[in-house]
């Protein structure tokens, strides 16, 4: 029903920035949110940032004060900044797209994934 394409990732010295983009695409869902997660070998996967139904953010506490999440809302899509980065960025980042009925029961969407690596 939705499909997501993330772009944006690569190689990045420590220190530098990078900015991911997702865009949605499919069934358009009235209330939903979208996010970043993301996945470092032999961690499971975790929130990175996401602006929820009605505009909030959150952000893990790993990242507060260098990434900054933001939506285009006319494009269903959906950015994230990323400042400062550390290797421990080092990860594969997955858009998020979640779904809610009227029920609030909520579906999650997934893209594929973008690789991110800040190395020296």
């Known amino acids: 029903q939705v499909q997501l394409v993330e772009s944006g990732g690569g190689l990045v010295q420590p220190g530098g920035s990078l900015r991911l983009s997702c865009a949605a695409s499919?069934?358009?869902?009235?209330?939903?949110?979208m996010g970043w997660y993301r996945q470092a070998p032999g961690k499971q996967r975790g929130l990175v940032a996401a602006?929820?139904?009605?505009?909030?953010?959150n952000y893990t506490d790993s990242v507060k004060g260098r990434f900054t999440i933001s939506r285009d809302n006319a494009k269903n899509t959906v950015y994230l900044q990323m400042n400062s980065l550390k290797p421990e960025d080092t990860a594969v980042y997955y858009c998020?797209?979640?779904?809610?009925?009227?029920?609030?029961?909520?579906?999650?969407?997934w893209g594929k994934g973008t690789l991110v690596t800040v190395s020296s």
């Open positions: 998020n797209y979640r779904t809610y009925d009227r029920n609030w029961f909520s579906v999650d969407y």
């Open positions: 602006l929820t139904y009605g505009g909030s953010t």
């Open positions: 499919g069934s358009i869902f009235r209330i939903n949110a």
